[in-house]
């Protein structure tokens, strides 16, 4: 049984930076594609980032290209997503999920999700 859960929301200013961490477990993670979307008040769910698992391959949505990472530390099955420089609509629940390796475009996991407020 996978199991995503995710850490580390909180407030911060704008111009500021953030670290979510997503804690993986219940299986063996190679071939997967692990990635991070977010939900703000009002909108739907949008993709941010993924990384596959065994190759380190990223992938970013236009809107925080050159100011959000994502990381792997596979040996102890955590995935970050370094925020910085980040904005107002910043403000979103942010989820982390898995997608297996023959699950086409859909993620098969998903997280509770962690909130991230950003003022201005």
């Known amino acids: 049984q996978v199991q995503l859960v995710e850490s580390g929301g909180g407030s911060v200013q704008a111009g500021g930076s953030l670290r979510l961490s997503c804690a993986a477990s219940?299986?063996?993670?190679?071939?997967?594609?692990l990635g991070w979307f977010r939900q703000g008040p009002g909108k739907e769910r949008e993709f941010v980032t993924a990384?596959?698992?065994?190759?380190?391959?990223?992938s970013f949505a236009d809107s925080v290209k050159g100011r959000f990472t994502i990381s792997l530390d596979k040996a102890k099955n955590l995935v970050y997503l370094q925020m910085n420089s980040l904005e107002p609509e910043g403000t979103a629940v942010y989820y982390c999920?898995?997608?297996?390796?023959?699950?086409?475009?859909?993620?098969?996991?998903w997280g509770e999700g962690t909130h991230v407020t950003v003022s201005s």
């Open positions: 999920a898995a997608r297996s390796p023959r699950a086409g475009t859909s993620y098969d996991y």
């Open positions: 219940g299986r063996t993670f190679s071939g997967y594609v």
């Open positions: 990384i596959s698992w065994s190759a380190g391959l990223t």
